[in-house]
């Protein structure tokens, strides 16, 4: 099976990895793919056209000329753009949701409108707005903390969780007046803060069929203990008894197929892989965000736990026989760290020599997923913000946490920091308590 993998991050190296050590995968483009992947044996990096991830059209054209058996999209971005209606155009197969359906993700107001429409649990809405004026006179009537939501995508950057009306005004200062994310801030909305464990649930669909893939727990602010701004994600761990079978059963039953029924009935009938993230509460879980894609870091935290070829079940899943598939996991646990650049989630120093990889690799159930890396002159350099992704498995989450700072220890470049608790402090409570990850939920 020849394969074109759409992105260039860690989640992509992630998913590279994991296919070429399918047997039936002979190749896989990586468009445009990361210094990482362009070390990977089985994989080459093709440049993605001019016009990049929002140029679907262009992007086909490649898929044409390189012909793939199937393609995947790692981001959200061509997605979003409508990359699976252009590749279906074409008749070319890729596993991943029509532009209608990725709105799920695309736009914040249309997945809560959804959400509320259809009584599928989610926190409360205080309104959307698409007057910065409205948005500030709607802070009298709102319970602290409050959350505040850019409708477009930013990078996982759009979502404060404001503690007070001052650090509301300026955040919606932000996103409305100075425009930090563009036309996504055109709109906001508002809604009341949940308070539990977070929990990103993952599936694979075809439409009929659901896979669910290992549960996650990720890490969204920059700093320990979880302080600081939101960033796409410094870690992510996965391990036997995150979500007990009652649970899951729940989510599945009250979450996931009353999302997909409700899109298909909605004339969007999903396909690809869906994230929900998941508030547990104790009222039950509820949606706080979906993905249309998978997640980054949590897709590196579950590939190393995959136990079962993943390129047979996207196959399986561009064919509408999903349901041949069974999911088998390691058990046990793995935790990833992600190493980020100087000032990330703000703009990263770039260009940086990384030193230690070939020593970090080497350490026993570990493994180094590159993210904003670039191969030059035989030197793996800093290009982005999330840099790396140190994944350790191990029998128990101790010990694959163990093994990711264990090698993530080793590297070395100027400026580069990375949280020290993953798996120990879940991300959660609007109130700022933290959870430990052994507790059950
Ligand atoms: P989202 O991109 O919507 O998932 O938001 C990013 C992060 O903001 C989430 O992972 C949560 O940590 C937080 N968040 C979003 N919505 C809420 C909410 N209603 N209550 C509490 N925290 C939230
Ligand atoms: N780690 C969060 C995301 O992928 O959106």
Redesign the pocket.
């Known amino acids: 099976m020849k394969i074109l993998l759409i992105g260039s991050g860690g989640r992509e190296h992630a998913l590279a990895w994991r296919l070429l050590a399918s047997s039936g995968v002979e190749r896989v483009w990586c468009a445009p793919g990361n210094g990482g992947m362009a070390q990977l044996k089985g994989a080459e990096c093709v440049a993605v056209p001019q016009g990049g991830m929002k140029d679907v059209a262009a992007l086909a054209e490649l898929g044409e000329r390189l012909g793939p058996d199937l393609t995947l999209v790692g981001p959200e971005l061509p997605l979003v753009s409508g990359i699976a209606d252009e590749f279906a155009g074409r008749g070319l197969r890729l596993v991943g949701p029509s532009r209608q359906a990725a709105q799920i993700e695309g736009s ?1 107001v249309f997945a809560k409108e959804f959400l509320l429409r259809n009584r599928i649990p989610t ?1 409360p809405l205080y309104g959307i707005y698409d007057a910065a004026g409205d948005a500030y006179s709607a802070l009298c009537a709102v319970d602290w903390p409050c ?1 505040i ?1 850019a409708d477009g995508l930013a990078a ?1 950057k759009g ?1 404060l ?1 404001a503690a007070n009306p001052d650090d509301a005004t300026a955040f919606i200062d932000r996103l409305m007046v100075d425009r930090e994310f563009g036309s996504a801030g055109d709109r906001v909305l508002l ?4 308070t539990g464990s ?1 929990l990103s649930y993952i599936v694979l669909t075809d439409g009929e069929t659901v896979l669910p893939l290992a549960a996650t727990r990720d890490h ?1 602010r920059v700093f320990d203990g979880n302080r600081g701004p ?1 960033t796409g994600g410094m870690g992510a761990y996965s391990a036997d008894g995150l979500l007990d079978r009652e649970l899951e059963a729940r989510i599945l039953d009250s979450l996931i197929r009353p999302t997909l029924d409700a899109m298909a009935r909605e004339g969007h009938p999903y396909r690809g892989f869906l994230y929900a ?1 998941l ?1 547990l509460t104790s009222a039950g879980p509820q949606v ?2 979906f993905n249309c894609r998978m997640g980054d870091p949590e897709t590196q935290a579950i590939v190393v736990r995959m136990d079962f070829p993943l390129s047979e079940a996207l196959d399986a899943a561009t064919e509408g026989r999903l349901r041949e598939i069974t999911a088998r996991w390691k058990p046990g646990a793995s935790a990833c760290v992600v190493i980020a650049a100087e000032n990330y989630p703000g703009e990263p120093r770039t260009g940086m020599k990384i030193e230690g990889l070939a020593a970090a690799s080497s350490v026993p159930d570990a493994v180094v997923f590159h993210a904003g890396t670039k191969l030059e002159a035989g030197e793996v350099l800093v290009s982005g913000g999330r840099v790396l992704g140190v994944t350790g498995t191990g029998a128990n989450l101790g010990a694959a946490v163990a093994r990711a700072y264990e090698a993530a220890g080793k590297i070395r470049f100027e400026g580069a920091h990375y949280r020290r608790d993953i798996g120990a402090v879940t ?1 959660t409570a ?1 109130s700022g308590a933290s959870h430990t990850a052994g507790s059950r939920i």
């Open positions: 914040k926190g959350v939501k996982g979502v969780v809604e009341e803060a949940l977070e969204k939101n993230g508030m706080l965000e991300q609007a």
